[in-house]
Antibody
Framework: EVQLLESGGGLVQPGGSLRLSCVAS????????MNWVRQAPGKGLEWVSY????????YYADSVQGRFTISRDNARNSLYLQINSLRAEDTAVYYC?????????????WGQGTLVTVSS | EVVLTQSPATLSLSPGERATLSCRAS??????LAWYQQKPGQAPRLLIY???NRATGIPARFSGSGSGTDFTLTISSLEPEDFAVYYC??????????FGQGTRLEIK
């Protein structure tokens, strides 16, 4: 069974930084595009960032451009999200999601999420 | 950016009834639309992709239709486990990938 396990969330002050990680297992990670998607408490889903299987193509939502950095290490089956200059509105559960192969944009497997809380 | 508008915001039905959920796009997305189900405390689950294709393991009572700007998710006969929040998502004009605001399907 495909597994995605996020970690790295926590309570951070405004302006602070965190590095989120997502470890993948039971599939060939290096062949898959990946997304980060977030969900503020009681709110809907918001796409955050995308990275191609090789890591050469990267996209960000306007709301995080310049503050967040997505990366991956295919040797370690890991996806990362470096989040800087955190704001209260970044408070959310952050999910890593595997892109449905051949249908770029859709996500067929999701992790259980890691909660980031930005508060003083 | 493509804006997806879902209706109704909340749908109250009983088990065994038919559910019809709507998603309207601000511009044509062809058939590049997916539906997800999310239960409390869980991650979303892909139900339908490219408007009408069921994802692996999704029961036949779930069906999707539509193209262009108007899409529908139909659950033919509601089971107790179907009460959840449903989101549509487009991949036609991205980035950004965009989601609808969700429809909450609750037990009447």
């Amino acid at each position: 069974e495909v597994q995605l396990l996020e970690s790295g969330g926590g309570l951070v002050q405004p302006g602070g930084s965190l590095r989120l990680s997502c470890v993948a297992s039971e599939f060939t990670f290096s062949r898959y595009e990946m997304n980060w998607v977030r969900q503020a408490p009681g709110k809907g889903l918001e796409w955050v960032s995308y990275i191609s299987s090789s890591g050469t193509t990267i996209y960000y939502a306007d709301s995080v451009q310049g503050r967040f950095t997505i990366s991956r290490d295919n040797a370690r089956n890991s996806l990362y999200l470096q989040i800087n200059s955190l704001r209260a509105e970044d408070t959310a559960v952050y999910y890593c999601a595997r892109v449905f192969r051949g249908y770029s944009g859709y996500a067929d497997y999701w992790g259980q999420g890691t909660l980031v809380t930005v508060s003083s | 950016e493509v804006v997806l508008t879902q209706s109704p915001a909340t749908l109250s039905l009983s088990p065994g009834e038919r559910a019809t959920l709507s998603c309207r796009a601000s511009q044509s997305v062809s058939n590049y639309l997916a539906w997800y189900q999310q239960k409390p405390g869980q991650a979303p689950r892909l139900l339908i992709y490219d408007a009408s294709n069921r994802a692996t393991g999704i029961p036949a009572r779930f069906s999707g239709s539509g193209s262009g700007t108007d899409f529908t998710l139909t659950i033919s006969s509601l089971e107790p486990e179907d009460f959840a929040v449903y989101y549509c998502q487009q991949r036609s004009n991205w980035p950004p990938i965009t989601f609808g605001q969700g429809t909450r399907l609750e037990i009447k």
